[in-house]
């Protein structure tokens, strides 16, 4: 199976930060890069795909990049209800792993 | 609305089974895969199962290979897993989810709110 690592697994940040997380995989997945964000008790929802495509809905605050095996997420200007944990996941496999998630944080 | 609801989860001994269900309603459900995702409490996502919109294909995480068992009724627009030989391993909250395909892309556009597997004695 791919693996998927992501870093930092934690952050701490102020509202109105400019907040990046990295998705890296152990082989390359073209742009076949998800981006979902979790709330405590609340399924995921999907921010980006194709790497880089906002899902409909989604604040333009939230962008994707990447391709190959590194990818990022990026918060432009965190908002106080973006405080929650981030997930990647590759779609190149029908096996659609994640990574360990990073949890982001009111500082 | 489009939504999926899951059922089944429960407190079940080392060794037992569980059926979960995954009623979906609100689109035609029959064009659509299907994936399980679980989390145990605490932890990150972890991709279980999926099986594709007619049935023909699916596919496991190796750690369930040979015990668990997905399967579909479009007639019932209703999603199954099957857990044999449950291990304290397999506790987790566990979500269905439908895999949108985009273009050559795909992600998960829908989710239901999951139900909670405790294997414990």
């Known amino acids: 199976d791919i693996q998927m690592t992501q870093s930092p697994s934690s952050l701490s940040a102020s509202v109105g930060d400019r907040v990046t997380i990295t998705c890296r995989a152990n082989?390359?997945?073209?742009?076949?890069l998800n981006w979902y964000q979790q709330k405590p008790g609340k399924a995921p929802k999907v921010l980006i795909y194709?790497?880089?495509s906002l899902q409909s809905g989604v604040p333009s605050r939230f962008s994707g990049s990447g391709s190959g095996t590194d990818f990022t997420l990026t918060i432009s200007s965190l908002q106080p209800e973006d405080f929650a944990t981030y997930y990647c996941q590759q779609s190149y496999s029908t096996r659609g792993t994640f990574g360990g998630g990073t949890k982001v944080e009111i500082k | 609305q489009v939504q999926l609801v899951e059922s089944g989860g429960g407190v079940v001994q080392p060794g037992r089974s569980l059926r979960l269900s995954c009623a979906a309603s609100?689109?035609?459900?029959?064009?659509?895969?299907i994936h399980w995702v679980r989390q145990a409490p605490g932890k990150g996502l972890e991709w279980v199962a999926v099986?594709?919109?007619?049935?023909?294909?699916?596919h496991y995480v190796d750690s369930v290979k040979g015990r668990f068992t997905i399967s579909r009724d479009n007639s019932k627009n209703t999603v199954y897993l099957q857990m044999n030989s449950l291990g304290a391993e397999d506790t987790a909250v566990y979500y269905c989810a439908r895999d949108q395909p985009n273009d050559d892309y795909w992600y998960f556009d829908v989710w239901g709110r999951g139900t909670l597997v405790t294997v414990s004695s």
């Open positions: 609100g689109f035609t459900f029959s064009a659509y895969g």
């Open positions: 194709a790497a880089s």
């Open positions: 099986i594709w919109f007619d049935g023909s294909n699916k």
């Open positions: 082989q390359s997945i073209a742009s076949y």
